[in-house]
């Protein structure tokens, strides 16, 4: 069985949800490591810490800022994304195509 250490969590927000954070300090508390990637409008770090929860904030341009920017930071995840959701369309429509 394999263990999760290590959780990324993704958001558009530039002021992180408390939720996020709340859930994170929990993750934290339970030993696992966290990344939450955020959203920076330039006025930001582009790479913090807080309470032991590793922020990172990159700088991007444009575009849909829910994936575009995280193709920079994580070759393939775009690409990743897309087949994933494709995927569940179709199994989607298969179940209720019938």
């Known amino acids: ?16 949800d408390r939720r996020i954070l709340l859930e994170a300090k929990s993750l934290t508390a339970d030993g696992k490591e966290i ?3 955020a959203g920076n409008d330039g006025k930001m770090p582009e790479y ?3 309470d032991g929860i590793k922020i990172r ?14 193709s920079r930071i994580y070759r393939g995840f775009c690409v ?19």
């Open 1 to 16: 069985m394999r263990i999760i250490r290590r959780i990324v969590m993704l958001t558009p927000d530039i002021q992180i």
């Open 35 to 37: 990344i939450i990637i």
């Open 48 to 50: 913090e810490i807080s």
């Open 57 to 70: 904030r990159p700088l991007y341009n444009g575009g849909d800022s829910r994936l575009l920017w995280m």
């Open 80 to 98: 990743l994304v897309e087949r994933v959701y494709a995927a569940l369309v179709a199994r989607f429509s298969e179940r209720t195509d019938k």
